[in-house]
């Protein structure tokens, strides 16, 4: 089973939020502030997974907004 997924990925014109395999971005901001803001919302409302990239294209970290099965002790 696939997990969904959004990640925030560098482009020519700023950052983009991109749903996990597809081919068009699903938001684009000119900061990368602004990309993970919209990024968490549209994560929120789809309760998926947000990856932020770093320019070079490595993960620098991730939010869980869906069902997490390996949720931290508390």
């Given at each position: 089973m696939s997990r969904k997924s959004h990640h925030v990925v560098p482009?020519?014109?700023?950052?983009?939020?991109?749903?996990?395999g597809a081919d068009r971005a699903s938001a684009v901001a000119?900061?990368?502030?602004?990309?993970i803001a919209r990024g968490r919302?549209?994560?929120?409302?789809q309760q998926s997974e947000?990856?932020?990239?770093?320019?070079?294209?490595?993960?620098?970290?991730?939010?869980?907004h869906g069902h997490d099965?390996?949720?931290p002790r508390g």
């Open positions: 482009r020519a014109d700023g950052w983009a939020v991109v749903r996990g000119p900061t990368k502030a602004e990309a919302e549209i994560s929120r409302h947000l990856v932020i990239h770093g320019m070079n294209g490595q993960i620098q970290g991730s939010d869980s099965p390996y949720p």
